[in-house]
């Protein structure tokens, strides 16, 4: 497991991470779908960042989870930015990040979709290698992980839903968004991570796993940003 020698790194890394999602927050423009997302998520960052206490091993794992999982989602805005393809995960966002028939709700659920199925996955097995350890040793801060990913779920239900009077059973938004599970998805992460570090010496069928989880994941961010009727 990990040794205190890991953090400065980890703290440093941390530090590095914040400040690019702080800089990004300045440049998105307000009514960008991407911005939606990363409003929110970069508010739950800042209330759940964990603290280094003395260099305890647990603090370092939550602290290079955080980081590794944060690095995957700016790696697809920095890829967005520079015209290359982000995963397919993440590309229903930058393609819809415009369209006037996607609601702002719609927009933050199909980052957390793509941040959490393919992202934390991949982040989980990033973070083992690091400090050298099994996934079942990371599962604590998955837990963690998962609790501030409902936090931030929840605030997207609060803040961004149209109120009840207005939000009805009829409303198609209404159905859309019940189709879609965190719990569900976290449960499939786990199991995917597992799955990947269990194939990491079989670097074929692992790339292949990982492509159609990506795919997997990209299609029902898709569903999610389905342009609805005011």
Known sequence: MAH????????????????????????????????????????????ARPHLRGGRPGDVAATALDVRFAERYLAAVD??????????????????????GVRPPQFALAGINAHVGHDLALAVVDTCRTLGCEPV???????RVGDLLAALEEHVREELLPGPDLLRVTDPLTHLLGSWSLERALDATWSAARALWALRRLPDVAGEFTERLDAAVGFAGRMLLTPLPD
Request: some cysteine; overall charge negative.
């Open 79 to 100: 890829a967005a930015e520079d015209a290359r393809r982000p995963p397919a995960c993440w590309r229903p966002l930058f393609q819809f990040r415009r369209h006037p």
């Open 137 to 143: 040793e990371l599962e604590a801060e998955f837990d």
């Open 4 to 47: 205190c020698e890991h953090v400065p790194t980890a703290a440093l890394a941390a530090d590095t991470v914040l400040s690019r999602m702080r800089a990004l927050d300045t440049a998105l423009p307000a009514r960008d779908g991407v911005a939606v997302f990363h409003r929110v998520y970069l508010a739950a960052t800042r209330e």
